[in-house]
């Protein structure tokens, strides 16, 4: 079992519309979750991190993190072509050291 | 604003070769980690360090060692290179815990 999972996608949404991205994950120790926007051929860039069970929003991004479940998801409201990329999701588990881990990562396309 | 930069953006190397990747940050953190990004396998740790001189094997450390003699600066070195190490390396920093990496532009190498 892969300890962070993420549907690898395609997700297609339309402009203006709500995109739902949804990330689970195996160890229930983890404590710190993110959420990192990869475009085409560019790094990873962080853009939202949970701690707390409940939503946690910035701007136009909302995190929601589910202890009880293992799950953790990022809304995008009023989707732009912009945010058109690959989005990873991470969570810190604890082997020996600290580390992150990190899911596939979902591709999301925002249709005009 | 924390600045990740790696020696190179694309690199290509015979097998058999010794390769060394440079990965500098220049915010003082303490911790350092090297990466391989692969379609479908997400990203991959293969070495990590808190400090200097100091190193932790990650997931996929096989055929890889790592140096840090300053702080600020993290090499990753492929012994032998072969091409089943054609790969995107991310270089990622982050003082602390290890919350909220931020990640270098990386370096796309071939191995031909």
């Known amino acids: 079992q892969k300890e962070v999972e993420q549907n690898s996608g395609p997700l297609s949404v339309p402009e203006g519309a709500i995109a739902s991205l949804n990330c689970t994950y195996s160890d229930r120790g983890s404590q710190s979750f993110f959420w990192y926007r990869q475009y085409s051929g560019k790094s990873p860039e962080l853009i939202m991190f949970?701690?707390?069970?409940g939503d946690k929003e910035d701007g136009r991004f909302t995190a929601q993190l589910n202890k009880a479940s293992q799950y953790v998801s990022l809304l995008i409201r009023d989707s732009q072509p912009s945010d058109s990329a690959t989005y990873l999701c991470?969570?810190?588990?604890?082997?020996?050291?600290?580390?992150?881990?990190f899911g596939q990562g979902t591709r999301l396309t925002i249709n005009p | 604003d924390v600045k990740v930069t790696q020696s190179s953006r694309y690199l290509v190397k015979r097998t058999g070769e010794k390769v060394f990747l440079e990965c500098v940050q220049d915010?003082?953190?303490?911790?350092m980690f090297w990466y391989r990004q692969d379609p479908g396998l997400g990203l991959r740790l293969i070495y990590f360090s808190y400090d200097v001189k100091m190193k932790e094997k990650g997931d996929i450390p096989e055929g890889y060692s790592v140096s840090r003699e300053k702080k600020e600066r993290f090499s990753l070195i492929l012994e032998s290179a072969s091409t089943n190490q054609t790969s995107m390396y991310l270089c990622?920093?982050?003082?602390?815990?290890?919350?909220?990496?931020?990640f270098g532009p990386g370096t796309r190498l071939t191995v031909t």
């Open positions: 915010m003082d953190h303490e911790n």
């Open positions: 991470a969570a810190d588990i604890i082997q020996g050291a600290q580390k992150l881990v």
């Open positions: 990622a920093s982050s003082t602390g815990g290890i919350w909220e990496q931020y």
């Open positions: 949970i701690y707390s069970n």
